[in-house]
C-alpha cells in the first residue's frame, strides 16, 4: 500500500514531468485540434455568412476561405454531405437516407471530409499536430 508521502512524491514528479514535456512542446497543452476547429467554424459559418452585422474583413476572408475550402471536394461521392450535416443540421441518419448507406458510412464520410477541410483551413495547425 502506498502511503501518503509517496503519494505526494509520485504527483509532484508528475506534474513537474508534464510541464517540462509541455515547454518542450512534446505535449499538447488544451488547444482545440484542427479538426475540432474545423467543425467549429463549419457550425457558425452559416450564422457568418447571414449576420450582416458582424460582416468585416476577417468575416468575409474566412467565408471566402470556407467556400473555396468546400469547392475542393466538389466531385467527391459524397459532395453535399458536410452542408446536410453542418448547414442543413441533417442527422447522421437522415443523410444516410439520402445516400442510400448505413449511418456509419456517414461517420466516415463526415470525418474523411473535414479531414480535408481542415487541411486547408487550418493548414498550420495540421502541420503543428504532426509534430506533436
Known sequence: MINV????IIQETVDQTVIKLKRANLIKDDEKSAFK?????LKKYKQLKMSNAQKGRITDITLKKV?????????????????MIYF?????????????VEPLTIT?????LV???????FADDVIKELFL
Open 5 to 8: 508521502k509517496m503519494k505526494e
Open 37 to 41: 476547429k474545423t467543425e467549429n467554424l
Open 67 to 83: 467556400d473555396f475550402a468546400l469547392e475542393t471536394l466538389e466531385g467527391d461521392d459524397y459532395e453535399g454531405l458536410i452542408e
Open 88 to 100: 442543413e443540421e441533417k442527422t447522421r441518419e437522415e443523410c444516410a437516407e439520402f445516400f442510400g
Open 108 to 112: 466516415r464520410n463526415k470525418k474523411r
Open 115 to 121: 479531414n480535408s477541410l481542415k487541411n486547408i483551413l
